[in-house]
Nanobody
């Protein structure tokens, strides 16, 4: 399975971006898809994830600003980001967790929040 992420870029503080991540094929009806991010010099942290059935989970730092969704027919997960802050600057990695032992990763997309 390959994951293709897109949608990153440069945005001013307070702005919005939408990230997309498309899987090359369906994984399972129990998979979890989502996003991690990694800022320079920091560890990779979970941003948000969503189950195949639509249950969501968010990091405290993004609650109320980011919305994760998925289109199972298109095998795609989205991350709508609003109210962006400079501290949201990072490389965002999408993932798809098939089970406890297998996780697929996308290539990463840069998000830079700066005036």
């Amino acid at each position: 399975v390959q994951l293709q992420a897109s949608g990153g870029g440069l945005v001013q503080p307070g702005g919005s971006l939408r990230l997309s991540c498309a899987a090359s094929k369906r994984i399972s009806s129990r998979d979890v898809m989502g996003w991690y991010r990694q800022a320079p010099g920091k560890q990779r942290d979970l941003v948000a994830d969503i189950t195949y059935g639509g249950s969501t989970n968010y990091a405290d730092a993004v609650k109320g600003r980011f919305t994760i969704s998925r289109d199972n027919a298109r095998k795609t997960v989205y991350l709508q980001m609003a109210g962006l802050k400079p501290e949201d600057t990072a490389v965002y990695y999408c993932f798809a967790k098939a089970n406890a032992h297998l996780t697929y990763w996308g290539q990463g997309t840069q998000v830079t929040v700066s005036s």
